[in-house]
């Protein structure tokens, strides 16, 4: 009788511990899925904030315009609008659109596209079109030791 009594007291004691144990695992699995369940909905606030910054009206502006980019040398420089010009930002030149005007440069052969601010005048070469600053131009290049691509200019409008 004391030994079964024991085994009781035993196997109780032993199904106390394992259920406050289980109790742990529970609350740090809800806490663990808790913290994820926040960042999800904070990447997907990114996203949306993201979004809503492009959602715009696109008009056509020129398909199949040859875009290059700005060379090295002349970051730091003055643009014809005055501002200084960043290889790092997404500013390009182009020979009519107004300063300040915002296209959107989609490249024709793998569909990536950017968004850019005209600062400059230019590309002075008679076959090209637009000349992006290297970081734009970098992003929607599928090859980056090319010199060009083809392009589509659109207007963003709101």
């Known amino acids: ?29 809800q806490k663990d899925s808790i913290k994820k369940s926040k960042l999800a909905l904070e990447s997907q606030d990114k996203k949306i904030d993201s979004l809503n910054n492009v959602l715009s009206v ?6 199949e315009a040859h875009a290059s980019y700005y060379a090295d040398k002349f970051n730091g420089r ?12 997404y500013t390009a030149a182009h020979k009519k659109l107004s300063f300040g ?32 600053s290297k970081r734009a131009y970098m992003d929607i290049t599928s090859n980056k030791g090319s010199g060009g691509m083809l392009v589509t200019i659109e207007i963003i409008t709101k």
Do not use: A, H
């Open 78 to 89: 003055k643009t014809t609008s005055g501002r200084k010009f960043d290889n790092n930002k």
């Open 58 to 63: 696109f008009k056509p502006f020129k398909r």
């Open 101 to 132: 005007t915002k296209v959107r440069i989609t490249n024709e052969k793998n569909g990536k596209w950017v968004i850019v601010e005209i600062t400059d005048r230019g590309p002075f070469v008679k076959s090209r079109e637009i000349d992006l």
């Open 1 to 29: 009788m004391k030994k079964s009594i024991t085994l009781f007291f035993l196997l109780t004691f032993i199904s106390i511990l394992s259920s406050q144990s289980t109790i742990r695992q529970k609350t740090l699995v």
